[in-house]
């Protein structure tokens, strides 16, 4: 080897060795997810990916979920329930602040609850603090806060990301500049491609792996697939491709996340439109329905069955699905009872997500084998919204309800389902009422059997969450009990 | 000159007060309700009104408009209903963008362009220009987002010199910004640079069919030194409208590469804007690239004058 060789061979070795400790030591990732928060405000937008970013990276609330869908203590380190289940005390934990380095107090949780439930709020799940009668900040750790009401969900609604504690500071600029008490205090947002956060100093809590993450915004699902394939993104949060997923399974460098959510996927019936306000037409409908035809075919297998409005792997939840077991003789026969026998024309209105869009191409031919045409139109979400969901004027639709535990909306005769039935809505008022785990349960299945037994909706499948990460990324969230990608527990394989 | 100037630029200003009237009433007519689609499918109706409320969306119509044109002439444009910045700070952003990415590009095809179509129209009927216009064929055929993931797939996935996308931003450095934007730029050139090849391939087989021409050749130039002299700027009216257009496009037009690239450019942000029903920014968005293209038009207006001496007496 001449000189000048060796040296090169020599200097290459050092970078080499230089540069592999780096690479075990990584503690930085980025995740792609599809949709780009709005703004960086969780309690006043309804926008999935604002949680999807912030929900227990950035912000805390007294209680949170964990990746089962347990609510656990977070800012609330204890707390007390009266007798009566109308007082709750809790016990602030010690020592927390927020990212500008205030401390955060019993009247920060005040605020906090008082600006999500005042009258010009714009919190997107005002309901969630309907129950509440009055806030005090007994000292800085105690807060009590007095139901009007007892309400049996009342610690399950403080831990959603619309239920966080915010700094009364940093309202004027939540939306851009959030400020929280989270494990990681946030950077930058590079409006269109990334939000980026770091990991907070101060934390209260134990100090996570990563100390800094960036969230890309990849809404195309083939560029999704290129930007995972060249290595330029570490995870991605809920993948949009169903189709990709076996090649990624395949493929040593990724892991492929297969989770639950809470998204219950079904067959929006208007429930006052003729003649889907007849039981037995809703009912044939039910049977018309093959899920399993549907979850292969608009989901590539990805996704649970279910048979009512409740999320399967809830522990009250009960299978119903034989109710509406796929059989078209069956629905002929129901349709004829129902005096259609030679069926009927209704519509069918989609929005733009693939499960809807291929789903309902599925579901229509199934309709149409028992004699139910369907005029398909596919909208965008605003115009969704305003037409199935505002006015009402739809027949059919399909949408995946994502919201955690939310049989609740069945008792809403104005919902857009139309579905008006008091007893329904005498039992949600019991429930709500109950605090009893017991008794809960048992009035939740309750609440299960009466929807399927009225089919109110087609109910079709639990969405599936697919995650598609880096083989080496270890503790991402598999489940989704509530839009989140939690990194607190995220870090990189020795 | 003057004149023509000043005629250029009152039919300038009407054009703009025209198209903004238009844009309005189309994106006011869509349906849709922004306050609706950022509370979702659990909001309360109050909830929802209050939203309205704090939007400014409860004003009249016509009040709206008013207020928005008024804002646009002193330079506000307003404000952004989802995300609460400024428009004009949202644009700009994104310019950062859609401007380099549409020079490169125009740059690109240009470059591309101008020697092929004069390398075919001096060799027009033989194997050169067969093989120009096979070329140019297959660039106008092959659908350019199509063309930008076998980009991606090659110099990404397979290669790796390159990401599959995104923009670091120029606050990372310009070589970094310049990377991400070259698979795009060279996807969005090669189509345009077919076009552009065949236009000035043909402009400049016209040009030499003209009596000039000949005359040039009969004062004793060679066939080349009569084609640069004389041909090539004689050609160029039809080429400056192309670019002129496709400038304007390649500003706006390039929704479906941001997407494919994943870039934060202006497209995306129409895009994006348009689902949200985030109308204040689409209109604003919209009539400053109406603007873009009027003033592009009416520079490449002056650009005719400044190579065609006769347009200017003529008017």
Redesign the interface.
């Known amino acids: 080897m001449t000189k000048p060789l060796r040296m090169i061979a020599a200097s290459a070795l050092a970078l080499a060795a230089g540069l592999a400790p780096a690479w075990a030591q990584r503690s930085d990732v980025t995740v792609a997810m599809q949709l780009e928060p709005p703004h960086l405000d969780p309690t006043g937008g309804a926008a999935g990916a604002i949680d999807s970013v912030l929900y227990a990276n950035v912000f805390e609330g007294l209680t949170r979920f964990t990746e089962s869908g347990e609510v656990v203590p977070a800012l609330a380190e204890s707390w007390e329930i009266s007798e009566d289940g109308l007082t709750y005390t809790f016990t602030l934990r010690e020592g927390v602040t927020f990212h500008d380095g205030t401390a955060m107090t019993a009247a920060d949780v005040k605020f906090s609850l008082d600006r999500a439930r005042a009258e010009d709020s714009t919190n997107a799940q005002k309901q969630l603090f309907a129950a509440i009668d009055t806030v005090e900040a007994v000292d800085p750790r105690t807060v009590r806060v007095t139901l009007a009401q007892p309400d049996g969900m009342f610690l399950f609604n403080m831990a959603w990301g619309d239920a966080v504690i915010v700094a009364p500071e940093s309202i004027g600029e939540i939306k851009s500049r959030p400020v929280g008490t989270g494990p990681f205090r946030f950077e930058d947002w590079v409006q269109g491609d990334r939000v980026e956060l770091t990991r907070y100093a101060d934390y209260w809590g134990e100090a996570p792996a990563l100390e800094a993450a960036t969230f890309k915004f990849i809404s195309d699902p083939t560029a999704a697939f290129s930007a995972m394939m060249a290595g330029d993104i570490d995870a991605f949060s809920a993948f949009p491709a169903p189709e990709n997923l076996p090649q990624f399974e395949a493929d040593p460098r990724f892991q492929v996340l297969v989770g639950s959510t809470e998204g219950e996927t079904i067959l929006s019936t208007n429930n006052a439109q003729p003649p889907l306000d007849e039981p037995l037409v809703r009912k044939a409908i039910a049977h018309a329905i093959d899920r399993q035809a549907v979850i292969e075919g608009a989901m590539f297998g990805y996704g649970t069955p279910i048979g009512t409005h409740f999320a399967p792997h809830h522990p009250a939840y009960v299978d119903l699905t034989d109710m509406s077991a796929h059989d078209p003789d069956l629905a002929r026969e129901l349709l004829a009872d129902a005096g259609y026998p030679d069926g009927f024309t209704t519509t069918l209105k989609l929005p733009p997500p693939s499960y809807a869009r291929r789903g309902g191409e599925i579901i229509a031919a199934q309709l149409r084998a028992v004699g139910i045409e369907t005029e398909i139109t596919n909208l965008e979400w605003a115009q969704w919204l305003e037409e199935v969901f505002t006015s009402k004027n739809y027949g059919l639709s399909i949408v995946s309800h994502t919201e955690p535990m939310d049989i609740g909306i069945y008792a809403r005769p104005d919902y857009y389902f139309q579905y008006d039935n008091p007893e329904f809505q005498a039992l949600m008022e019991e429930l709500n009422a109950t605090t009893d785990a017991a008794a809960r349960t048992e009035m939740l299945q309750d609440a299960q059997r009466m929807i399927a037994e009225d089919y109110v909706n087609g109910y079709l499948f639990q969405l599936a969450m697919t995650t598609v990460a880096k083989a080496d990324l270890r503790g991402l969230w598999a489940n989704a009990p509530t839009q989140a990608v939690d990194l607190t527990g995220v870090s990189w394989a020795e | 000159m003057l004149r023509y100037t000043l005629k250029r630029l009152i039919s300038l200003g009407v054009s703009l007060a025209v198209a903004s009237l238009v844009i309005f009433l189309v994106v006011e007519v869509?349906?849709?309700?922004?306050a609706?689609?950022?509370?979702?499918?659990?909001?309360?109706p109050?909830?929802v009104a209050?939203?309205r409320?704090?939007l400014g969306l409860d004003v009249p119509k016509w009040q709206r408009y008013l207020d928005w044109v008024g804002g646009m002439a002193t330079g506000d444009f307003g404000t952004s209903y989802?995300?609460?910045?400024t428009v004009a700070e949202?644009i700009a952003?994104?310019l950062q963008v859609s401007l380099p990415l549409a020079l490169c590009a125009l740059a690109l095809s240009t470059a591309l362009a101008f020697p092929a179509g004069i390398y075919a129209a001096a060799r027009r009927g033989r194997a050169g220009d067969l093989a120009v216009m096979g070329a140019t064929q297959l660039g106008i055929a092959v659908p350019n987002f199509w063309f930008a993931?076998m980009l991606?797939?090659l110099f990404?996935?397979t290669l790796?010199w390159f990401?599959?996308?995104?923009?670091p931003?120029w606050e990372a450095g310009l070589w970094p910004g310049l990377k991400a934007l070259t698979l795009p730029a060279v996807a969005l050139a090669l189509p345009q640079a077919a076009i552009l090849a065949r236009v000035m391939r043909s402009s400049l087989i016209e040009i030499m069919g003209e009596d000039f021409m000949r005359t040039a050749r009969a004062k004793g130039l060679t066939r080349r030194q009569a084609l640069w002299r004389h041909g090539v700027r004689n050609a160029l009216i039809p080429v400056l409208t192309i670019i002129g257009l496709q400038f304007a496009f390649l500003l706006a037009g390039a929704i479906i590469i941001e997407?494919?690239?994943?870039?934060?450019?202006l497209g995306?942000?129409i895009f994006?804007s348009?689902?949200?029903?985030d109308l204040i920014v689409v209109e604003s968005v919209v009539m400053l690239l109406v603007f873009a293209v009027i003033v592009v038009n009416f520079l490449v207006d002056l650009a005719y004058a400044a190579v065609d001496p006769r347009l200017r007496r003529r008017t």
């Open positions: 869509a349906p849709g309700d922004p609706a689609f950022m509370l979702g499918i659990n909001a309360e109050e909830a209050a939203l409320a704090e989802t995300y609460r910045t949202m952003e994104r993931m991606v797939l990404s996935i790796g990401g599959a996308g995104g923009f931003g997407q494919v690239f994943y870039l934060p450019g995306r942000l994006q348009i689902s949200a029903r």
